[in-house]
């Protein structure tokens, strides 16, 4: 067996991804973390962004997308748990520019009553689609 570290990643509604990973990287709140296994112990909060997993004996690296949440590492387990989480495949584009479009409409109209850092928190996580979405389209060309 290759020196692997199990890795969940679970949202509210599903679990979305469990395996064995030679490396993740995930979008944690001060920047992306690089985990292998034996790594230290650590819980933080995760920032809209893709987690990436590589498995082993895979050459393409497999992608989730998610919208914040907590992340725990133990030495030979690490758990994602994902206010939302979208497997890379299943982003849809139009939808995430959409959304991203309603966001910054509401932040330029001046007449609403808007919640400035919902506004914020939205573009933000469609950003982060739309990201991964080119991220996977570079990948396959």
Known sequence: MANTIHVDVVSAEELIFSGEAEFVAIPAEMG??????MHAPLITRIRP???????????????????GGI????????????????RGRDLDEAKAYEAKQEAEDSLLNQASNIDYAKA??????????LSLIQKLRQQRH
């Open 49 to 67: 962004g893709a987690v990436r997993i590589k498995r082993p004996n895979q050459a393409e690296e497999e992608y989730v997308f998610v919208a």
């Open 71 to 86: 992340l725990e590492v133990q030495p030979y387990a690490v758990t994602v748990l994902a206010d939302t989480a979208i």
């Open 120 to 129: 914020q928190a939205e573009i933000a996580m469609a950003m982060a689609q």
């Open 32 to 37: 992306e973390i690089g985990i292998l296994p």
